[in-house]
């Protein structure tokens, strides 16, 4: 699945996908200093132990600074 997001100012942000329960599936990045911009991302559909997870709805979250953003997505195998 491929993440697209855009960033308005320079933060340091944390990218992750939880399951529909609010627990942490993947962690895509972390502490990561970025500049503003467009950016993207991929998922394979994996936990962070490398385990292919079920078809069904995640959330991708987004923080940068004090802003949580979150985004419906919805895996299909």
């Known amino acids: ?28 990045k972390s502490n990561d200093f970025q500049v503003e911009g467009t950016y993207n991302l991929s998922w394979d559909g994996t936990d962070s132990k490398g385990n292919s997870v079920s078809s069904g709805t995640y959330w991708v979250v987004l923080s940068c600074g004090s802003v949580v953003k979150t985004r419906k997505i919805e895996l299909v195998r």
């Open 1 to 28: 699945i491929r993440i697209g997001y855009s960033i308005a100012h320079s933060c340091v942000i944390n990218l992750r996908i939880t399951g529909v329960n609010g627990t942490t599936v993947k962690t895509l």
